[in-house]
């Protein structure tokens, strides 16, 4: 059994969450990024959190690694992005799996 509150993903360097987005345009590309802003000194290197020795918690509201609560969902909740681009098409991204 995974306990819901943990990513799926987390970086092998850093131990943190890293989010997975998944374009919409072309063949499915998928791309990570650490969960919280840097400046981190490395690049995302994703690995499966049943791989990671332990997971640093962040805070999805203030990116704290201090973090203190967690409110369980009922299901999943899939957050999309919906951005112009520059080439005039709107572009649609999956932000995060929570």
């Known amino acids: 059994m995974t306990n819901s509150s943990f ?3 987390v970086c092998r360097h850093c131990h943190e969450p890293v989010n997975k987005f998944t374009s919409f345009f072309g063949a499915g590309e998928v ?3 650490h969960g919280r802003p840097g400046p981190y000194g490395h690049e995302v290197d994703p690995i499966p959190r049943s791989e990671a020795a332990h997971v640093v918690q962040i805070c999805d509201f203030c990116s704290d690694s201090d973090v203190v609560w967690v409110y369980r969902t009922h299901g999943e909740i899939r957050a999309v992005i919906a951005a ?3 080439t005039g098409r709107g ?4 932000v ?3």
């Open 91 to 94: 572009e649609r991204r999956k």
């Open 31 to 33: 791309t990570f990024r």
């Open 7 to 9: 990513p799926d993903f």
């Open 84 to 86: 112009p681009t520059f």
């Open 96 to 98: 995060a799996k929570h």
